[in-house]
T-cell receptor, first 115, second 118 residues
Framework: KQEVTQIPAALSVPEGENLVLNCSFT??????LQWFRQDPGKGLTSLLL?????REQTSGRLNASLDKSSGRSTLYIAASQPGDSATYLC??????????????FGKGTHLIIQP | GAVVSQHPSWVICKSGTSVKIECRSL??????MFWYRQFPKQSLMLMAT?????????EQGVEKDKFLINHASLTLSTLTVTSAHPEDSSFYIC??????????????FGEGSRLTVL
């Protein structure tokens, strides 16, 4: 059974710093990996999607990497801003979906950017 | 990105009543929709997968008679929590795949529905 772990569980940094969020998964047979942002009491906003054949994706100040063989992904946030404060979730989709190929989520990293 | 809308965003009901939550894909046809629940400070847990026109596939431990899922059209899926009890109180989130994300597999999520059962 796929398990997704995110480290750290919480992170607080001053505005302007660059930071890295970590995600690891136990089964490397994935179809893709997706990073999301969740604001309190809200749904999920898709940030970046990395296919299993890709090694990284970039969108603005965000860069996500994928090392499938080691079961790791990182989300790099450059020049952090208070508006980046949220919970960041990592999720993987299994390659063998079967009848239910939804995503397996980590518990998230709760990020606070101090003004 | 594609837009997924959920309604209602929050609902309070008495124990024993049934509650229906709607999930709509607004600008694309969702061939597959997923329902998740999320407890406070916990991760999202997949409840079931539904494909348009067919019965939903439930995850182990999810009671299909309690959580009725209907995916009657390519833009609408509903989750009905029957005979709700306080332990069913949770944040329910739907997601959809289809249209522009059919090939990439990207999932788009609704805003979630917070259910509180008194």
């Amino acid at each position: 059974k796929q398990e997704v772990t995110q480290i750290p569980a919480a992170l607080s940094v001053p505005e302007g710093e660059n930071l890295v969020l970590n995600c690891s998964f136990t089964d490397s047979a994935i179809y893709n990996l997706q990073w999301f942002r969740q604001d309190p009491g809200k749904g999920l906003t898709s940030l970046l999607l990395i296919q299993s054949s890709q090694r990284e994706q970039t969108s603005g100040r965000l860069n996500a990497s994928l090392d499938k063989s080691s079961g790791r992904s990182t989300l790099y946030i450059a020049a952090s801003q208070p508006g980046d404060s949220a919970t960041y979730l990592c999720a993987v989709r299994a390659r063998s979906g079967g009848g239910a190929d939804g995503l397996t989520f980590g518990k998230g990293t709760h990020l606070i950017i101090q003004p | 990105g594609a837009v997924v809308s959920q309604h209602p965003s929050w609902v309070i009901c008495k124990s024993g009543t049934s509650v229906k939550i709607e999930c709509r894909s607004l600008d694309f046809q969702a061939t597959t929709m997923f329902w998740y629940r999320q407890f406070p400070k916990q991760s999202l847990m997949l409840m079931a997968t539904s494909n348009e026109g067919s019965k939903a596939t439930y995850e182990q431990g999810v009671e299909k008679d309690k959580f009725l899922i209907n995916h009657a059209s390519l833009t609408l899926s509903t989750l009905t929590v029957t005979s709700a009890h306080p332990e069913d109180s949770s944040f329910y989130i739907c997601s959809a795949r289809g249209g522009p994300s059919q090939n990439t597999g990207e999932l788009f999520f609704g805003e979630g529905s917070r259910l509180t059962v008194l």
